[in-house]
C-alpha cells in the first residue's frame, strides 16, 4: 500500500535538505578570504615625501638672518663723547695770556710779575690751581728748568666771558748765578693753563739759565683779578 506524503511535509524536507547541502559546502571548503580596506596591515603606511637637499638647504639658509639685518647702532652706542667745553675748564685755546709786572714788584735780585688769563670763548669757564711755566727761546725750545709752586691754597674761579685770572710769578734775575748759570738769551714763557695739556706762549725777552739745576721762577695759584 502506498502512503502519501502531504506537499508540505515534502517542502519541508527538501528545504532541510537543501540546509544541509549548504551547511556541508560551508564545512567542507574553506571560507573566502575576506578583503580589507586599503589601510590594512599587510600594506606598507604611506610616508611623508623626505625633501631634497636643496629643498632642505633653501629652508635653512631662509631661516637664518642675513647680515644686513642685524643692528647698525651698535657702533653709535660704543663711540666714546667728545670733550667738549661744557666740561668747565678753562684750556689753552679758550684764553689769551700776558705778563705785567706788579705795582712796586722790584726786589734785590728779583721781580714780582703776574699772569693774567682772560676767557675769550663764549661761555664761562674754570680755571683753578697752578699753571705750568717755563722759558723758551725764539724757536719755542724750553730754556732751563721749570716754575717752582709756591705754596698756597687753591681757590676756584670762574670766569664769564671777558673776565680775567691772575696767577702771580716771582723771576729772579739770571745773572745772579754767575758762570754756572750758562746764560741763555730767551724770546719768552711757555704757560699751560692749570689742568690743560696745550699751552700758549706769552712774550719776555731777556736771558735765562739754561743750567736746568737752577730754578729762576716760582707760581702761585691763580685767583681773581682785582679791579
Known amino acids: 500500500m502506498t502512503t502519501r506524503v502531504p506537499a508540505s511535509c515534502l517542502l519541508a524536507a527538501a528545504v532541510a535538505l537543501g540546509t544541509l547541502a549548504l551547511t556541508g559546502c560551508a564545512s567542507g571548503e574553506p571560507a573566502a578570504e575576506e578583503t580589507g580596506p586599503a589601510s590594512s596591515a599587510s600594506e606598507e603606511p604611506t610616508t611623508a615625501e623626505e625633501p631634497t637637499p ?29 670733550a667738549s667745553p661744557a666740561d668747565g675748564v678753562c684750556t689753552a685755546d679758550m684764553l689769551s695770556a700776558v705778563l705785567e709786572t706788579e705795582m712796586g714788584g722790584g726786589a734785590a ?20 690751581g697752578y699753571p705750568g711755566m ?33 696767577a702771580p710769578v716771582k723771576q729772579t734775575n739770571a745773572q745772579n748765578y754767575g758762570a754756572d748759570c750758562e746764560l741763555t738769551d730767551v724770546a719768552g714763557l711757555r704757560v699751560y693753563p692749570p689742568n690743560d695739556t696745550e699751552s700758549l706762549i706769552v712774550d719776555q725777552t731777556g736771558t735765562a739759565c739754561a743750567a736746568e739745576d737752577i730754578v729762576l721762577m716760582t707760581v702761585a695759584p691763580t685767583k681773581p683779578l682785582s679791579p
Open 54 to 82: 636643496s629643498q632642505s638647504t633653501s629652508k635653512s639658509a631662509s631661516a637664518e638672518p642675513s647680515e644686513s639685518s642685524e643692528p647698525t647702532q651698535s657702533a653709535t652706542a660704543d663711540a666714546s663723547p667728545t
Open 109 to 128: 735780585g728779583s721781580v714780582y710779575r703776574q699772569i693774567i688769563f682772560t676767557n675769550t670763548a663764549s661761555e664761562e669757564c674754570e680755571i683753578t
Open 134 to 166: 717755563s722759558y723758551v727761546d725764539a724757536a719755542g725750545n724750553q730754556v732751563g728748568a721749570p716754575a717752582d709752586r709756591e705754596p698756597a691754597e687753591s681757590a676756584e674761579v670762574i670766569l664769564a666771558p671777558g673776565e680775567s685770572a691772575v
